[in-house]
Structures are given as C-alpha cells and as structure tokens.
C-alpha cells in the first residue's frame, strides 16, 4: 500500500505551514535531519510547537514567545513525545527547518533534506515510542526518496545547533538500516 500523496506521508496528521518554498527542479531529496524542540523551552505537549510551525504562536501566551514569535521556520514532521507524529509541509517541498547549514560541504541544507522534529530537549533521553514512530517514518521516507543519509543539526550547523543532542540514542536508529552520519 502507498502511504503517500504529493508528499504527505498519509499515517501522519496534517497541519499545513506556510513555512516553505518549492524544491528546485531536477532536486531530489538525499537527507534527513533530525532536531529536538520543546515549547516553552523543557515543556512537553503543550501544543506550542505546532502553533509555532504554523504561525499561530501567541507571544503573551508565555515570555519565551515574545522572542520566538517572528520566527518563519517549519520542519517536516514533527514526533511528539507518545510518538505521534503530524506533518507540516509536504516533502516534495523544502521546509525551513536548518538554516545555515552544509553536509558534506553542500550548503542549504534545506533545498535537499527532510527535517524531523522530536519532542525533547538536549538534557534527556527521548522516548522509546519515539524511536519506533521514527524508525517507522525513515523507513517510510527510504522507500519513497533516495535518502543516502540521516544525520542531526548539529552536525550539518556545527557551533551553532547542539540538537538532536548527546542523548540522543543513534544506534536505535541505525537499528533501522539507514546510514547514519556523524
């Protein structure tokens, strides 16, 4: 059965971000980019990063959003901490999801990559649902573009991007048979 439809991988829920730009013609998709993100920072199931995604942050909502809610970024998909997983932009489309960013001395990373967001922070392992849900997803991704490697932000924005962090658990991942680059 194919899960997917112009780019939606349809297991995922929707939630459109006008935070995207067309993929160039003739690029294809060979990264995925994993991040970590928890709105306020270190609080879980809040709802705020989907608002955040979809440009609905409130900032007198809590004092960290006043500072974040110019801010026009996207990922993919995002994995909640019950390894839910909902989907923002299509990945026939570029997210805005890395920023500066170079892999294997390719710069923007955006223009080639799929980000995928977990629910999480630097300071605390992920949850063992969210690695199935990923694992489930990269696997969904493999099939469908020809992904030659995951890697994490602060691997393609050294200095600048610590996520998905040293908690992060590679192995679980590489489990899943998807090269893993570091």
């Given at each position: 059965?194919?899960?997917?439809q112009q ?28 991040h ?14 989907e ?47 890395a ?10 990373c ?20 969210q ?11 493999a ?13 393609i ?17 590489a ?8």
């Open positions: 059965m194919d899960n997917w780019g939606w991988w349809l297991p995922a829920r929707r939630a459109d971000s006008p935070n995207f730009s067309p993929r160039e013609n003739g690029e294809t998709v060979s990264l995925v980019v994993l970590n993100i928890s709105l306020p920072p270190f609080e879980y199931g809040t709802g705020a990063v608002k955040l995604f979809t440009n609905r942050i409130n900032p007198k909502e809590h004092p960290f959003f006043s500072a974040i809610h110019p801010l026009r970024v996207s990922s993919h998909f995002f994995i909640d901490r019950k390894g839910a997983a909902v989907q923002f932009v299509s990945c026939d489309d570029a997210a805005y999801h920023g500066v960013s170079s892999f294997r001395g390719r710069g923007k955006n223009a080639f990559s799929i980000g995928i967001e977990l629910e999480g922070c630097d300071f605390e392992p992920f949850t063992d649902v690695y199935q849900s990923l694992n489930i997803l990269l696997r969904a991704l099939a469908r573009y020809p992904i030659e490697a995951v890697t994490g932000h602060q691997y924005a050294p200095g600048r991007k610590s996520d998905p962090g040293h908690f992060f658990d590679w192995v679980r991942v489990e899943g048979g998807i090269a893993i680059v570091r």
